[in-house]
């Protein structure tokens, strides 16, 4: 099958690096971790790594995943604090330890035992827009006895200043064949501390079986986690649906949501033969995505399709 690569606007500093390496024949978890590596690293990209929103308390802590389709082994880390390659430390769970997913503590704790570099991910910009947020919406006495404070009432109050809750995402078909998934996000800025999105829960933030396709999605991770979306859409391909209608299917699951946060989601998909469809659900604007195909001179620039919920 023809080799491809899938991933949104923000994998702009890594698309071209992962399908050099695809086209090189490399396989499909190494593009993908060298290509958010380099998302990771970027402070242009807001909702990802080192240029990431941090949480009501200030402090920038990072979901990452990634899922071999061969295996179904998985790896992932959530709201990292002080590392600079969530993907890195996600992949290394996968690789040496007998566990899918580790949090907070636990995650930095391995972080530090393999080695990962370690990074202040809180850059000056971020500090001084939460700053502001903070002034602006804290109340005098709750700054005196600050953090020992309601969070609950203030994450209601919370504005997201991209309102995106945005992530990086990869998918990949290699030149064996194999399918391949990798995400990264610094997830929902001003969230709750502790809050996991979709990104490090596989089948909701990404998914992939090299035997029909793979699926990840950007955006409002709580309607994700909620209709396990990239589960559901490698699942409805296997039952026999094609990859459009797929995606259909888990576009009107998410019409179910009742309740919670409902706002952008995009789920971008892969199958088996090289093809791909990429949609945004209430979107604010007109999305656009990272397609490489083998044969490309370069990855391209498209429009997602918007679909409205
Ligand atoms: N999709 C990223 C997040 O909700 O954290």
């Known amino acids: 099958m023809a080799r491809i690569l899938v991933t949104n606007g923000e994998g702009t500093p890594g698309v071209g690096t992962a399908a050099r390496m695809l086209a090189a024949g490399s396989g499909g978890l190494d593009a993908i971790e060298a290509g958010i590596r380099l998302v990771e690293a970027d402070t242009t990209i807001r909702s990802v790594g080192r240029g990431g929103w941090p949480n009501l308390l200030g402090e920038v802590e990072l979901d990452a995943a990634m899922i071999d389709g061969n295996s179904f082994r998985s790896g992932a880390v959530g709201a990292l604090k002080g590392y600079l390659h969530p993907i890195s430390v996600a992949r290394a769970v996968m690789e040496r330890l007998p566990h899918e997913m580790l949090v907070g503590e636990g995650a930095a704790r391995f972080a530090n035992e393999i080695e990962a570099e370690t990074a202040d991910n809180l850059i000056p910009d971020s500090e001084r827009v939460w700053r502001q947020w903070f002034e602006e919406t804290v109340s005098p006495t709750e700054r005196e006895r600050w953090p020992e404070v309601d969070l609950?009432?203030?994450?209601?109050?919370?504005?997201?200043?991209?309102?995106?809750?945005?992530?990086?995402?990869f998918l990949t078909l290699d030149a064996k064949s194999e399918i391949m998934a990798g995400v990264s996000t610094s997830g929902w800025a001003w969230k709750y501390p502790g809050r996991l999105g979709d990104s490090p829960i596989i089948g909701a933030g990404c998914y992939a079986d090299t035997r029909y396709g793979a699926a990840a999605c950007?955006?409002?991770?709580?309607?994700?986690?909620?209709?396990?979306?990239s589960r559901a859409i490698v699942l409805y391909m296997k039952m026999g649906l094609s990859l459009a209608a797929a995606v259909d299917e888990a576009i009107d699951d998410l019409r179910r949501l009742r309740g919670g946060l409902i706002q952008r989601l995009t789920l971008h998909a892969i199958d088996c033969d090289g093809d791909h469809r990429v949609v945004t659900?209430?979107?604010?604007g007109q999305p656009s995505y990272w397609l490489w195909r083998e044969g490309d001179e370069a990855p391209r620039a498209e429009p997602a399709e918007v679909v409205a919920l």
């Open 218 to 229: 950007t955006g409002t991770g709580e309607m994700a986690i909620r209709a396990g979306t």
């Open 152 to 169: 609950t009432a203030l994450c209601q109050q919370a504005i997201d200043p991209e309102k995106g809750m945005d992530t990086t995402v």
């Open 281 to 284: 659900v209430n979107a604010e």
